[in-house]
C-alpha cells in the first residue's frame, strides 16, 4: 500500500445521531462503495502504462476521498495509505463522508481502503492492478500494523484443509484431495520476492505449479477462493494491511484464510500501542475482519484473473467490478458503462 501525494480535502462535520448497519443500510452503501472504487479505477487507468507509480496511486486516492465525501455516512479509515504524518489524505483515522445536519441519521462505518493494488502493474500496463475497498460497522475490522503477514488463502472446499506451520507438501495434498484432484494440477499464487525461495521450491518439489506475480496478492486471494478462475491457494508473506482487506472477501465468498504477522524488532513497541500482544497468533478470516457486516468492492484497473481492466471508448468508459456483502449473502459481478453524457448504464451478473 503506497502513500499518496496531494491535497487533504477533508471538511468539517456536525456530530449527528449516527446508526450502525443494518440489511438495507449495508445495500445501500454497497452501491455507494462500488461507485467508489469505480471512480478510483478510472482516474488511475488515465495513467496506465506512463511509468508514474506514484502518480497512478495519488489520483486513485484523490478520485477514491473525493467520491466518498458525497455518501451519508460518519466513516473512518482504519486502514489506508498511512498514519497522518506520513498521508495528506485517506490516512489511518481520517473521517470521511458527507457532511450533514445536526440530529440527521447516518450510519457509523470502519472503512479499509487500497486505492490502487498494483501500483507497478498499472504503471508499467501489467495486469492485475485493482481498486479495492472493505468496509464494516464500527470495530469490524482489525487496525492491522503496517508489517508483513504470513498468509494462507484457499477457497470454501479447503476449509480447515491447511495450517501455517505445517509442511508445504502435506498442505498441498490436503488441498488436492479436498479438491479431488491431484497435487500435479494445483496452481498457486506467490508473490515473486526472494523471501519466498525456499517456499517456491518446495511448492516446486511436491509437483504442484505456480504463478508468480509482482505485485497483488490481495486480487490472487480472492481468485482463489473463486471456482473456475484457475488458482487454487495463495502462499507466502505479504503486507498485513491488505491481509485484512482480503480477510472481508474471504468471508463473503465462504472462504478460509490463515495469517500471522511477521513483526521485525523496530515494529514492536507500534505493536504493544495498538494493543496486539500476541506476536505469535494465527488468524482466521473471521479474527481479521470480524465484522457482522461486511461490504468488499473492487474495480480492475488492468486485466485480471476476475476482472477486465478500465476501457476507454468515443462516449465514455467501461469498467469491471465485484461487489460483496456477507449478511445478505450477495456477490455479484458488474459491468459498467459511464457514459460522458447521460446516466451510467450497468450490465449486471449476479
Known sequence: MNRALGENHMGTRSEGKARSFGENIESDLASRFLRVVEVAAIASAHTMGQGERKLSDQVATEAMRQTMESIPMRG????????????????????VG???????DVPEVDIAVDPL?????CATGAPGSITVLAASERGGLLNAPDCYMEKIVVG?????????????????QNIAKRLERDVEDLVVIVLDRPRHEKLIADIRAAGARIRLVGDGDLSAGIAAAV???????????????????????????????????????EQEERLARMGIKDKKRIYQAEDLAPGKQLIFAA???????????????????????????????????????HLEKGADVKVRFA
Open 156 to 172: 470454501p472446499s479447503c476449509k480447515n484443509a491447511v495450517e501455517l506451520d505445517a509442511p508445504v507438501a502435506d498442505n498441498l
Open 98 to 104: 458527507a457532511e450533514f445536519p445536526d440530529g440527521s
Open 227 to 265: 471456482i473456475g478462475t484457475g488458482v487454487h491457494a495463495v502462499m507466502g508473506s505479504g503486507g498485513a494491511p491488505e491481509g485484512v482487506i482480503t480477510a472481508a472477501a474471504i468471508r463473503c465468498l465462504n472462504g478460509f484464510m490463515l495469517g500471522r504477522l511477521v513483526v521485525k524488532p
Open 117 to 121: 493494488e498494483g501500483t507497478n502493474l
Open 299 to 337: 474495480t480492475g484497473v488492468t486485466d485480471g484473473a476476475l476482472m477486465k481492466g478500465v476501457r476507454f471508448f468515443g462516449e465514455g468508459t467501461r469498467t469491471s467490478s465485484v461487489i460483496m456483502t456477507l449478511r445478505t449473502g450477495k456477490v455479484r459481478f458488474v459491468e459498467s458503462i
Open 76 to 95: 473512518t479509515i482504519v486502514i489506508g495509505e498511512g498514519e497522518r504524518d506520513e498521508a495528506p489524505m485517506l490516512y489511518i483515522g481520517e473521517r
